[in-house]
């Protein structure tokens, strides 16, 4: 029985130059030819991808002013904020 591939996983753009992937755009979140986001949107219920977009969101909002990477953690919020948009429409 043939594998059925994993279905596609649009992520926001943050610029012209093509996709941006929640944290970076580094090969190790491409390992294996499957961004990790897309095995967890393939994996999880509704629901929990949801939860896990949410705990992003959380995470990078209550530590934007502690860790000193305030532009990287706005970024980050906001490319959750659209993926959980994306997802509930």
Known sequence: ????PPPTVTTPSSSASGPHTP??????????????ICILKAKLTPEQ????LLGNIIK????INHKGQFDSDARK??????M?????A
Do not use: Q
């Open 49 to 52: 991808y949801e939860g896990f």
């Open 23 to 36: 944290a970076k755009a580094d090969s190790h979140y491409d390992a294996g030819g499957i961004k990790t």
């Open 60 to 63: 990078y909002s209550s530590r």
């Open 84 to 88: 959980l948009e994306e997802n509930r």
């Open 1 to 4: 029985m043939k594998a059925k």
């Open 77 to 82: 919020i906001g490319v959750y904020t659209k």
